[in-house]
């Protein structure tokens, strides 16, 4: 089946600092791709939709110059946590739709990503 | 937007007892409802969904009913066993539009010996 990897799966940084979390379709072309946000014992919690070619689509109340993607290829979209302060640590995790799920309804998410800034 | 709530938010059960986890959503477009458990650090798996055209859909111990006059779905988990254990998360799509799936906030489902 399709599979969605995430990189790194751990990552901790002290503040001030920038991080970048690589989510990559293995086996299947993904022009769209989410980015969630979850926070402990929470939901979770939509960010962006990154989309290949364009800009990204934000979420209201998220930062788009404080949390930049880039879709770059129809593969990969990259998060880039800018300037990480402790309230940035969460588990995030991205995810793609399917060949047949265009109309959203096959998600393959990635395994995460758990920051951690100090 | 769409909002979906989601009950319990905990929910612990003994080893063989069901499990009910109930969800409302506020988007009538809404037509798409998954279900994911997602266990400690680990990814959201899917584990069933129904589409609004139908009202029940069972896999083994697993089954959803959806009630859309009233916005209602459930999931139920029959003879529970421990590594039943988990956050389930329902979630509510339209298909229609950009795709987007909502969460619920979520239900930590302890099965208990």
């Known amino acids: 089946g399709a599979v969605v990897s995430q990189h790194p799966s751990r990552v901790i940084c002290k503040s001030g600092t920038s991080v970048k979390i690589e989510c990559r379709s293995l086996d299947f072309q993904a022009t769209t791709m989410f980015w969630y946000r979850q926070f402990p014992k929470k939901s979770l919690m939509l960010m962006a939709t990154s989309n290949e070619g364009s800009k990204a689509t934000y979420e209201q109340g998220v930062e788009k110059d404080k949390f930049l993607i880039n879709h770059a290829s129809l593969t990969l979209s990259t998060l880039t946590v800018t300037s990480a302060h402790p309230e940035d640590s969460s588990f995030y995790i991205c995810s793609a739709p399917g060949l047949a799920g265009l109309s959203g309804e096959t998600q393959y998410f990635g395994p995460g990503t758990r920051l951690l800034v100090l | 937007g769409e909002n979906v709530e989601q009950h319990p938010s905990t929910l612990s059960v003994q080893e063989g007892d069901s499990a009910v986890i109930k969800c409302t959503y506020s988007d009538s477009a809404s037509n798409y409802f998954p279900w994911y458990k997602q266990e400690l650090g680990k990814r959201p798996q899917l584990i069933i969904d129904?589409?609004?055209?139908?009202g029940e859909k069972k896999d083994q111990r697993i089954a959803v009913t959806l009630n859309k006059t009233a916005k209602h779905f459930s999931l139920h988990i029959t003879e529970t066993q421990p590594e039943d254990s988990a956050v389930y998360f329902c979630a509510a799509l339209n298909t229609g539009t950009a795709s987007k799936l909502t969460f619920g906030t979520g239900t930590r489902l302890q099965v208990t010996l």
């Open positions: 129904i589409r609004s055209n139908v």
